[in-house]
């Protein structure tokens, strides 16, 4: 019995870190089939908790709040329990455009941002980097790893603040995490999921095959060029 009420319990911290993680990023809904993903990808045992499926466990234990997109059964999915609904709920399955126009900010590896959040389990946590510069996090000590070994100290830890809103704690963990990576005079791409790391070597080669193809002009010829600000962004930030 206590097995499986820890595993109900771990179930609904994932869900609820996971959705708010989402809202936070997006300010949209995240759908059911994306938090299956997850579960299944970080806690393939949690799967023993959902035997009627993710909508019936969130019946049962409404840790976020579902929603459904008017007259399309399959198009179903959860917001954070703060987050009021709107009059047009289609609002809610559309990205914010500011956000998504705004937002500078990394997308690390699920493990990696996680080792910032959860409470240290044991004497210690470590990160090792491995020569392919994969990640692993132990919460014991290392023996025998292959790899570099970094420590994350509980001051390196996102504080608890009572009643901190979802936007205040994502930003203090980018914080910690910043000041982690400083610590230990880091690059933070090691530690980004695949997309954007590709994302910024995409932009960083297109740049650098800009500046490569003008780098022979002649002083004159450089002289002429005039490249507004916005060409160098959608550059750098195109697909």
């Given at each position: 019995m206590a097995y499986e009420e820890d595993i109900v319990s771990k179930t609904k911290r994932l869900i609820q870190d996971y959705v708010d993680e989402h809202w936070s990023s997006t300010h949209s809904a995240c759908y059911f089939s994306s938090i299956g993903?997850?579960?299944?990808?970080?806690?393939?045992?949690?799967?023993?908790?959902?035997?009627?499926?993710?909508?019936?466990?969130?019946?049962?234990?409404?840790?976020?709040?579902?929603?459904?997109?008017?007259?399309?059964?399959?198009?179903?999915?959860?917001?954070?329990?703060?987050?009021?609904?709107?009059?047009?709920?289609?609002a809610l399955f559309l990205p914010s455009k500011s956000i998504a126009a705004n937002s500078n900010?990394?997308?690390?590896l699920q493990e990696f941002w996680d080792a910032f959040i959860r409470p240290i389990e044991g004497t210690v946590r470590s990160i090792v980097i491995d020569d392919s510069n994969r990640i692993t996090v132990h919460d014991s000590p290392t023996i025998n790893q292959s790899g570099t070994v970094y420590q994350i100290e509980p001051q390196d830890l996102t504080p608890n603040v009572p009643n901190r809103s979802i936007a205040d704690k994502v930003s203090a963990?980018?914080?910690?995490?910043?000041?982690?990576?400083?610590?230990?005079?880091?690059?933070?791409?090691?530690?980004?999921?695949?997309?954007?790391?590709?994302?910024?070597?995409?932009?960083?080669?297109?740049?650098?095959q800009l500046l490569n193809a003008i780098e022979d002009l002649s002083e004159d010829d450089l002289a002429r060029i005039r490249l507004p600000l916005d060409i160098v962004v959608k550059l750098a930030s195109k697909k």
């Open positions: 993903v997850h579960l299944s990808r970080v806690a393939p045992e949690t799967r023993a908790a959902l035997p009627n499926g993710l909508g019936e466990f969130l019946r049962q234990n409404p840790v976020v709040r579902v929603v459904q997109f008017p007259g399309v059964t399959q198009k179903i999915a959860a917001i954070p329990l703060s987050v009021s609904v709107p009059e047009d709920v289609k900010r990394n997308v690390y963990t980018h914080s910690v995490i910043d000041a982690w990576l400083q610590k230990h005079s880091l690059d933070s791409t090691i530690f980004l999921r695949a997309r954007a790391r590709r994302q910024i070597l995409s932009a960083d080669n297109r740049l650098i």
